[in-house]
């Protein structure tokens, strides 16, 4: 990784992300989970704040350490044992069906094959649970999508690796998900063509076992 991957951009999102409106919507998603929960893309740890204490144990994923200080000041602070690992959710290292609760926020725009990674969710949550994510992405309104796709070749450098472009709903259930419940709706504060966002519920859809892979990230 870079300086500004490493160092520069982290700090710029944390700045950002830290926000009234990103908080109101973090505490809204995680306030329903419990249990052994799993959050992929734990990012400098904003979410860890949120979630209620009734999670029992929290593992996370991210491809590399961010801001460790802040990392560590924000896991101390919980009532609950947090376990990080730093590799890439394509592969996760948990046997099957073991999470009540898996997370992911603003997250799968920047995994390199989401699709993968949505099977590998669907994969470690027991029969009964549920994938709460709240996710920027493809817009509905052509106008806007279609800045976005002329615009991502750029996000994607100064983002590092982050996709405008995404649909996070086809992506979830070509994964063998089942939403249950999706809120579509442009973030207050932000941009468009970055403030389109994906919130919601699914779980398991059992008698999918194989889905075919999404190739063009919409």
């Known amino acids: 990784m870079g300086l500004y991957a490493k160092h520069i951009f982290p700090r710029l999102m944390d700045g950002i992300m ?15 989970a419990e ?9 400098t740890g904003l979410n860890l704040a949120y979630y209620p204490p009734r999670v029992l144990h929290l593992h996370a994923v991210d ?23 730093y590799l890439s959710a394509e592969r ?7 999470f ?9 725009c920047t995994i390199p094959d989401p699709q993968a990674a949505l099977r590998e969710v669907r994969r470690v949550l027991t029969p009964t649970g549920h994938f709460l994510f709240l996710e920027h992405g493809r817009s509905d309104d052509a106008r806007t999508a279609a800045w976005q ?15 405008l472009n995404r649909r996070i709903d086809q992506l979830i259930s070509k994964a063998g998900l089942h939403i249950e ?23 398991p859809n059992r008698t999918d076992v194989s889905a ?7």
């Open 18 to 32: 830290r926000g009234k409106e990103f908080q109101r919507l973090r505490e809204g998603l995680l306030k329903s």
């Open 35 to 43: 249990g052994e929960v799993l959050e992929i893309g734990l990012g």
């Open 63 to 85: 491809p590399a350490p961010l801001l460790s200080e802040r990392v560590a000041k924000r896991r101390a602070a919980v009532p609950f044992p947090v376990e990080i690992m």
């Open 92 to 98: 996760l290292p948990y046997d099957d069906g073991v």
């Open 100 to 108: 009540d609760y898996v997370v992911s926020t603003w997250t799968l």
């Open 149 to 163: 796709d002329r615009l991502n070749p750029i996000q994607n450098v100064i983002g590092c690796g982050c996709n």
């Open 181 to 203: 419940h999706l809120d579509r709706f442009v973030m207050e504060g932000v941009p468009r063509i970055g403030g389109e966002l994906y919130r919601g519920v699914a779980t």
């Open 212 to 218: 075919p892979p999404e190739t063009d990230g919409r």
